[in-house]
């Protein structure tokens, strides 16, 4: 228990964590509200980048490739986030302003879209630059689940991103008057659970936006150590996509906020985490068996140079 004079916005009583006075937003220049989020994903994106082109450099790739892949991966990104929001949540949207429908400042993004996006804009690079689209997927793999990481920590200052109730280790409670009380985040049974100390209520809930960026850490290691012996070209992408999908697939199964596959009552992104992993699932044992009849042709220098030592 937190001391008696304390209340904490954010608290693991199980672990016996707490954190007062988380803020949302970081400051706010010239009366613009600059958020803890906006901040962190910015930061995801520039570590991101970093990781990628020291991958470039370290194999003999263009690091200039790569600075232009982000460049036009990160506008394609953004218009997938929001895009992929407003097509499963588009009863809420339907006859608002234009302004309004990419209004980022009100919230309203999704990692699928971004992934789609950046995936769509290492297709156009690789078209432009001549280069082969799993030769850039393959060196960006990692990154964008650093990105990912990063980027989710924003939902713990934004107090979103929860699962329902849990009793569990990690379980964590947060002030019900700091949740934004869009329908059905807050369900009937977080309301039946919740906690009062000090006169203050909370919301006992899954930090799943915490499951998923530890998950996605560990899968970024399992690719950076796997990828100088990929079998194919192409295989840490799908590797990733393969892994993510499943990560996804559980932790959005505890998800409170899930946008809903139209009126099928699943869960968009249970479906999408369903079709990215059985369709990487698949390619990656087609890669395999061709890869067991054809010798790949490693990422060089620094491959081929290890393979000759042997």
């Known amino acids: ?25 970081l400051f706010s220049p010239f009366g613009i509200d600059i958020y803890i989020y906006a901040v962190l994903i910015v930061l995801g994106i520039i ?32 218009v997938g986030l929001r895009l992929y929001y407003l097509i499963f949540n588009w009863d809420i949207y339907r006859g608002q302003p234009i302004s309004q429908l990419f209004n980022l400042r009100g919230g309203g993004l999704a990692i699928y879209g971004g992934i789609i996006g950046a995936i769509l804009a290492g297709i156009i690079m690789s078209y432009v630059k001549k280069i082969p689209f799993t030769r850039f997927a393959d060196t960006a793999a990692p990154s964008l689940l650093l990105g990912q990481v990063i980027g989710r920590f924003g939902n713990f200052f934004n107090r979103e991103a929860f699962g329902g109730y849990t009793d569990g280790l990690f379980a964590m409670r947060i002030r019900l008057d700091q949740v934004h009380q869009a329908q059905g985040v807050v369900t009937e049974a977080l309301h039946e659970t919740a906690v009062t100390l000090q006169g203050v209520q909370y919301i006992q809930v899954h930090p799943t936006f915490l499951y998923e960026a530890f998950f996605n850490f560990i899968l970024m290691i399992a690719l950076i150590v796997y990828r100088p012996y990929k079998r194919f070209e192409g295989e840490v992408i799908l590797l990733y996509l393969f892994g993510y999908g499943i990560i996804r697939f559980f932790v959005e199964g505890l998800r409170t906020d899930q946008l809903m596959l139209f009126n099928t009552g699943w869960p968009a992104s249970q479906f999408v985490s369903v ?36």
């Open 1 to 25: 228990m937190p001391p008696d004079n304390v209340i904490p916005d954010i608290w693991f009583p199980n672990l016996r964590i707490y954190f007062e006075n988380v803020p949302r937003v």
């Open 275 to 310: 079709v990215f992993a059985v369709l990487s699932l698949i390619l990656i044992i087609i890669g395999h068996t061709h890869a067991a009849r054809v010798p790949v042709e490693a990422d060089k220098p620094t491959y081929a140079r290890r393979r000759r030592k042997k």
């Open 47 to 78: 570590s991101a980048y970093f990781l990628g082109i020291w991958y470039a450099h370290k194999t003999g790739q263009k690091v200039d490739d790569y600075t232009d892949l982000l460049m036009l991966g990160i506008p394609m990104a953004v």
